[in-house]
């Protein structure tokens, strides 16, 4: 039972165009959604996150976007760069309630490519 | 800055073996995750530590135990290893916090155990 799903498997985009990587839900307890890079033989780094309790969230070039209704979050890229190729993963966790904090919940990835 | 450091990066093991993970949490995080990413598969929750109790479980096998020790540090021990255990296995390190930056989880660069 995938409870986060990244429908693409791949994106591929211009240098300086907009990336937007897509992301849905099932679980209605998430409450916090996380998005990671990846490249190959390294760990998932962190890139943005939002709190359920917000619709946006905005940090340089990478933007969240939260619609709880429809159970959907994208990322944004804007402009994007060759470096930002790599495997993109959205994450979703539940308040886990007292000093716990949840533990992540990943979608499959989408690879993006980023051509100059 | 100091990250998740976990060792060793490669590990080479016969099927019926064990093997011991480590992990060494960013300073000041209490919080210790362990992932396993399968070939082609997103990363999946094992298990997790807050103040050296164990705070949730997931799918890990009977075979799996870890443990988090008095310095934070976290040590994941696999016996009787199978070929399906083959993966990569992540750890990751979250400080106590609230508010907006609630379960930032911060990742190593992985373990890549193969068993042979």
């Known amino acids: 039972d995938q409870q986060v799903k990244q429908n693409s498997p791949s994106l591929s985009v211009q240098e300086g165009r907009i990336s937007i990587l897509n992301c849905d839900y099932t679980n209605s307890m998430f409450d916090y959604f996380l998005w990671y890079k990846k490249y190959p033989a390294e760990g998932p780094t962190f890139l943005i996150s939002i709190s359920s309790i917000k619709d946006k969230n905005e940090d340089g070039r990478f933007t969240v976007f939260l619609n709880k209704s429809a159970k959907h979050l994208s990322l944004h890229i804007v402009p994007s760069q060759p470096g930002d190729s790599a495997v993109y993963f959205c994450?979703?966790?539940?308040?886990?309630?007292?000093?716990?904090?949840?533990?992540?919940?990943f979608g499959q990835g989408t690879i993006l490519t980023v051509h100059p | 800055a100091a990250g998740v450091i976990q060792s060793p990066r490669h590990l080479i093991k016969e099927k019926r073996e064990t093997a011991t993970l480590k992990c060494y949490p960013i300073?000041?995080?209490?919080?210790v995750y362990w992932y396993q990413q399968g070939p082609g598969q997103d990363p999946q929750f094992l298990i997790s530590f807050y103040e050296k109790m164990q705070s949730d479980k997931g799918s890990i096998p009977d075979r799996f135990s870890a443990q988090q020790f008095s310095d934070y540090h976290s040590e994941l021990n696999m016996s009787s290893l199978e070929l399906g255990d083959s993966a990569l296995y992540f750890c990751?390190?979250?400080?106590?916090?609230?508010?907006?930056?609630?379960?930032?989880?911060?990742f190593g660069a992985g373990t890549r155990l193969s068993v042979l």
């Open positions: 990751a390190s979250s400080p106590l916090t609230s508010g907006g930056a609630k379960n930032i989880q911060y």
């Open positions: 994450a979703a966790s539940a308040d886990a309630g007292g000093t716990s904090y949840g533990k992540l919940t």
């Open positions: 300073p000041r995080h209490d919080t």
